[in-house]
């Protein structure tokens, strides 16, 4: 039996992950690694430039409950040929100048996100007692991926003991108006077990440099195991 600091991530939409590109951001089916690094990170008021070491260094699965479906928004950006204006002071600038010689082009681009979010979180091999105090009374606002995303829960921490992260997450308290309580997926760093049989992926969502948006490549476990919040083990 191991010690876990369980919680949950509940919003109406949200966007997980995947390579960020210019004219299309999409999202993954459930947050990484990375994503609840960030969580807890935001919670205990660190900014992207200090230590994040000891987060770094921490256990982590993270399970879906129920289906999300996708959601694909589309916007219209303008931007400023290079020829177009020599070295403006500003973008308002640049887009004045290149209107003015009608020299504007227009890009359509889209964002993706995942609707009906409902996910669980397991961490261990920290500090659970100040992780658990910070999620209570987070210091920054959190968001299921994008200021777009806001919760749509508290995280109720919960400190407990299980045989795996996937056991330990039977103990969450999903908000009563969430129908879906069986997991579906659960996700969590290589050789963990998750009491059932996994198998291995390779993501993007390992983050060497957070002003950069520097990520490098983490093999991870997948399983499907029978667990249900709120049904716990006798």
Request: charged share 20%.
């Amino acid at each position: 039996m191991s010690e876990y600091l369980i919680f949950q991530l509940v919003a109406a939409i949200g966007a997980m992950g995947e390579f960020g590109g210019h004219d299309r951001r999409g999202s993954l089916g459930l947050p990484g690694r990375s994503a609840v690094i960030g969580t807890l990170g935001a919670a205990l008021g660190r900014r992207r430039d200090q230590d994040f070491a000891d987060l770094d260094a921490l256990g982590v699965a993270i399970a879906s409950f129920g289906r999300t479906a996708h959601l694909r928004d589309y916007h219209t950006v303008q931007t400023v040929p290079t020829a177009a204006v020599k070295s403006p002071q500003s973008r308002p600038q640049a887009l004045r100048e290149a209107a003015a010689k009608d020299r504007l082009n227009t890009v359509l681009t889209s964002r993706d996100y995942r609707t009906d979010c409902v996910f669980g979180v397991a961490v261990w091999g920290g500090d659970l007692p100040a992780l658990a105090a910070a999620l209570r009374q987070p210091v920054f606002q959190v968001f299921l991926g994008r200021k777009s995303c806001p919760l749509a829960a508290p995280f109720d921490p919960q400190e407990v003991t299980a045989e795996n992260p996937a056991q330990a997450m039977s103990y969450l308290r999903l908000p009563p108006w969430i129908g879906a309580r069986r997991m579906t997926e659960i996700v969590a760093d290589e050789n963990t077990d998750l009491g059932a049989p996994a198998r291995l992926e390779t993501r993007h969502d390992r983050a060497i440099d957070r002003e950069q948006w520097h990520f490098a490549q983490g093999r991870y476990a997948v399983a499907h195991p029978d667990i249900s919040a709120g049904e716990v083990p006798s």
